[in-house]
Structures are given as structure tokens and as C-alpha cells.
């Protein structure tokens, strides 16, 4: 899991954004394995709910809201 979080960050396995990656992911992943499952459970679960929500309305804006102003847009200039 770190190797893969530190690609994202950099593929370059030499570069320095790598290995402060490896090295944030490291003691972050050293004090998670500190937590009992139910404290872990009971952080990360409403975060990934909010986040959820967030990419929900997102979504929506994007889809309805955005979508209708392009299409007013269009019609101003007569390519619909």
C-alpha cells in the first residue's frame, strides 16, 4: 500500500517528492497501526461518508447545474 501511494506521488524511485512520500507515508501508517480497528472504524468511516457527499454534489453540479448554463450558452450563439 505505501508503494503504491508513493507512485502516485512520484514514479521516479531517486527524486525527493518520493522519498519524503515513502517517509510521511511511513510514520502516518506506524501511528495508524497504533489504533484499535473500532477507533480506526470510527475516524475514517464519516470521513469517507463526507467525502462521499462532497463528490455526490459534485457530481450533481457538474451533470444538472453546469450543464444547463452550457446549454444557455449554446443557444446564445445558435449552435443548438
Known amino acids: ?3 503504491t501511494a508513493c507512485n502516485r506521488v512520484s514514479e521516479d524511485e531517486k527524486s525527493n517528492k518520493y522519498r519524503i512520500a ?3 507515508t511511513a510514520i502516518v501508517g506506524f501511528f495508524g497501526g497504533q489504533l484499535s ?4 472504524v470510527s475516524i475514517i468511516y464519516p470521513i469517507s461518508g463526507y467525502v462521499g ?6 457530481i450533481f453540479y457538474t451533470k444538472y447545474i453546469k450543464k444547463r448554463s452550457y446549454d444557455e450558452f449554446l443557444k446564445t450563439i445558435g449552435e443548438k
Open 37 to 40: 480497528f473500532s477507533t480506526m
Open 22 to 24: 515513502a517517509i510521511v
Open 53 to 58: 457527499i462532497i463528490i455526490f454534489i459534485g
Open 1 to 3: 500500500m505505501m508503494f
